[in-house]
């Protein structure tokens, strides 16, 4: 059987226990993960769980999801320390099937999609369930794993070879673009019906039917199935089991990671497997007090930063309204370790293109070094309002409904109504949601899929300079090696 040669490889996973805290805290214990053997890793519900628990991790870096959807547009660039060697590449549309930058995801989602193919594969005989329904779960949760990987890939790669299970082929061609939306609508579709109910999930982390639907919203969002994104908003929205945090800027923080908002998480807790390290590639190098960007005060006694430097474009910055709060996490002052009080807004060291720094993600009291706990979110309510409003406007046109689910989210920020005598016509509201989620999403990584969505990916590059940008570059090249390995793997076009 396939699955016994990788066994080997999840009982070394389970010795390190990293991954253990990657997205489920609570899905194993240290009693638990005594009793596997290469015997019964497989043929235990605890086992199949370590499992899934692997296949979680793997699709988990809130780093590599913010370079490749925000270092590739308009709102952050990167310099210093040894990443720059593979951030400048990425920043100036310099990719190739040879060339191996972080921010491609591709083999880690690729075994999480076998982490649950071997999952479906045992849970049939799998012991310790309770009932036939926690089965159902469980097989549902792992479904949606594998759906959100491909939806990963997908977003990065365009359609790719579709396996539903350890038994398929190891040479298997690239499915159409039809072909790969059925799949993955099924899919979908099948998973809602077994999920988890919201809060009755096994632990915090771990996917519930508002998840399953927020991703399925973005996921008629960005193919541009309209009425289907409106559908899914709505149940969402009448579930009434999501709604907005009363403050943008707090609900990052550690304290507040539980929030009404979050509907799908990357699940991080500090000094483990799992980290959130973003707050160490923002910070200044020599960072020692912030300022503002809700760091006044804030002395970095315990926690280190990287040599290598996120940093904002200044128009970007520039950008937002004088009241917008959503501006308030972005450091544009602070005191470095030679109590010199710097300014960021003079940008000095780069010539005008921006220099300040995007603290989204607070420090973590208990983190040391540059492991935060910070959990990163990859659906949030606030999406589901403004996916609903770009959907009714691109069948229906500017309406006085679609601009109060975007000012409901406006709102919040400490703006003014839109009023709909400003949008004349479709492209002029268009816009607006366009600029809104910018302002609203920043450092969650949605920028570059929103620019794709909209048709002006390339041509904001090219506006940015980027000679290089061409319109095949709206997918990434996928891995040399990988073409390689398969022989009916057809490269993207332009690689």
Not at 144 to 160: C, K, M, N, S
């Given at each position: 059987m396939k699955t016994k040669k990788y066994i080997a490889t999840y009982l070394l996973s389970l010795s390190l226990l990293g991954f253990l805290t990657q997205s489920c805290e609570a899905i194993l214990d240290e009693s638990v993960k005594s009793e596997f053997t290469e015997a019964t890793l497989l043929s235990k519900k605890a086992g199949i769980e370590a499992v899934i628990a692997d296949a979680y991790g793997k699709n988990n870096s809130a780093r590599n999801v913010v370079k490749r959807g925000e270092m590739t547009t308009d709102i952050l660039w990167q310099s210093g320390g040894g990443e720059e060697g593979t951030a400048t590449p990425l920043i100036n549309f310099n990719w190739d099937p040879s060339n191996t930058l972080e921010a491609f995801d591709w083999m880690n989602?690729?075994?999480?999609?076998?982490?649950?193919?071997i999952v479906l594969a045992n849970v049939p005989t799998a012991s310790g369930f309770n009932n036939e329904t926690q089965r159902k779960q469980l097989i549902a949760e792992a479904r949606f794993i594998r759906v959100w990987a491909y939806y990963a890939l997908w977003d990065q790669y365009g359609p790719v070879p579709?396996?539903?299970?350890?038994?398929?082929?190891?040479?298997?061609?690239?499915?159409?673009?039809?072909?790969?939306?059925?799949?993955?609508?099924?899919?979908f579709k099948e998973i809602l019906g077994d999920i988890y109910l919201e809060g009755e999930e096994p632990a915090y982390g771990r996917v519930n039917r508002g998840g399953v639907r927020?991703?399925?919203?973005?996921?008629?969002?960005?193919?541009?199935?309209?009425?289907?994104?409106?559908?899914?908003?709505?149940?969402?929205?009448?579930?009434?089991?999501?709604?907005?945090?009363?403050?943008?800027?707090?609900?990052?923080?550690?304290?507040?990671?539980?929030?009404?908002?979050?509907m799908l998480v990357f699940s991080y807790l500090a000094?483990?497997?799992?980290?959130?390290?973003?707050?160490?590639?923002?910070?200044?190098?020599?960072?020692?007090?912030?300022?503002d960007g809700y760091l006044e005060g804030?002395?970095?006694?315990?926690?280190?930063?990287?040599a290598s430097n996120y940093r904002m474009y200044k128009a970007f910055y520039d950008s937002f309204d004088e009241k917008d709060q959503r501006k308030g996490r972005i450091l544009t002052k602070y005191i470095n370790a030679n109590g010199k009080t710097v300014d960021l807004l003079e940008d000095t060291p780069t010539n005008g293109k921006g220099n300040i720094r995007g603290t989204k993600y607070p420090?973590?009291?208990?983190?040391?070094?540059?492991?935060?706990?910070?959990?990163?979110?990859?659906?949030?309510?606030?999406?589901?309002?403004?996916?609903?409003?770009?959907?009714?406007?691109?069948?229906?046109?500017?309406?006085?409904?679609?601009l109060d689910l975007i000012d409901d989210v406006r709102n919040r920020a400490g703006l003014d109504d839109l009023k709909l005598s400003d949008f004349g016509d479709k492209k002029k509201l268009q816009d607006q949601i366009l600029d809104e989620r910018k302002w609203e999403f920043w450092y969650e990584g949605k920028r570059?899929?929103?620019?794709?969505r909209t048709g002006r990916f390339i041509t904001d590059a090219q506006k940015r300079g980027i000679k290089n940008a061409q319109d095949f570059h709206v997918y990434f090249p996928i891995p040399q090696s990988?073409?390689?390995?398969?022989?009916?793997?057809?490269?993207?076009?332009g690689y």
């Amino acid at each position: 059987m396939k699955t016994k040669k990788y066994i080997a490889t999840y009982l070394l996973s389970l010795s390190l226990l990293g991954f253990l805290t990657q997205s489920c805290e609570a899905i194993l214990d240290e009693s638990v993960k005594s009793e596997f053997t290469e015997a019964t890793l497989l043929s235990k519900k605890a086992g199949i769980e370590a499992v899934i628990a692997d296949a979680y991790g793997k699709n988990n870096s809130a780093r590599n999801v913010v370079k490749r959807g925000e270092m590739t547009t308009d709102i952050l660039w990167q310099s210093g320390g040894g990443e720059e060697g593979t951030a400048t590449p990425l920043i100036n549309f310099n990719w190739d099937p040879s060339n191996t930058l972080e921010a491609f995801d591709w083999m880690n989602l690729w075994q999480a999609i076998r982490d649950v193919n071997i999952v479906l594969a045992n849970v049939p005989t799998a012991s310790g369930f309770n009932n036939e329904t926690q089965r159902k779960q469980l097989i549902a949760e792992a479904r949606f794993i594998r759906v959100w990987a491909y939806y990963a890939l997908w977003d990065q790669y365009g359609p790719v070879p579709i396996r539903r299970s350890i038994n398929d082929p190891d040479v298997l061609g690239r499915p159409s673009e039809e072909e790969f939306r059925t799949f993955m609508e099924t899919e979908f579709k099948e998973i809602l019906g077994d999920i988890y109910l919201e809060g009755e999930e096994p632990a915090y982390g771990r996917v519930n039917r508002g998840g399953v639907r927020g991703l399925l919203c973005l996921w008629y969002l960005n193919t541009h199935q309209w009425q289907k994104c409106i559908d899914v908003a709505d149940d969402i929205i009448k579930s009434k089991k999501y709604e907005l945090c009363k403050d943008y800027n707090e609900m990052f923080a550690i304290e507040n990671e539980k929030n009404s908002e979050f509907m799908l998480v990357f699940s991080y807790l500090a000094n483990s497997g799992a980290t959130n390290v973003l707050l160490a590639t923002t910070l200044p190098t020599g960072f020692k007090e912030g300022l503002d960007g809700y760091l006044e005060g804030v002395v970095n006694s315990q926690w280190s930063n990287f040599a290598s430097n996120y940093r904002m474009y200044k128009a970007f910055y520039d950008s937002f309204d004088e009241k917008d709060q959503r501006k308030g996490r972005i450091l544009t002052k602070y005191i470095n370790a030679n109590g010199k009080t710097v300014d960021l807004l003079e940008d000095t060291p780069t010539n005008g293109k921006g220099n300040i720094r995007g603290t989204k993600y607070p420090p973590d009291p208990a983190a040391k070094a540059n492991e935060h706990g910070n959990d990163f979110p990859v659906v949030r309510y606030a999406e589901i309002l403004l996916a609903k409003a770009e959907a009714m406007n691109e069948l229906f046109g500017p309406s006085q409904d679609a601009l109060d689910l975007i000012d409901d989210v406006r709102n919040r920020a400490g703006l003014d109504d839109l009023k709909l005598s400003d949008f004349g016509d479709k492209k002029k509201l268009q816009d607006q949601i366009l600029d809104e989620r910018k302002w609203e999403f920043w450092y969650e990584g949605k920028r570059r899929t929103d620019l794709i969505r909209t048709g002006r990916f390339i041509t904001d590059a090219q506006k940015r300079g980027i000679k290089n940008a061409q319109d095949f570059h709206v997918y990434f090249p996928i891995p040399q090696s990988a073409i390689d390995a398969n022989p009916l793997l057809k490269q993207n076009t332009g690689y």
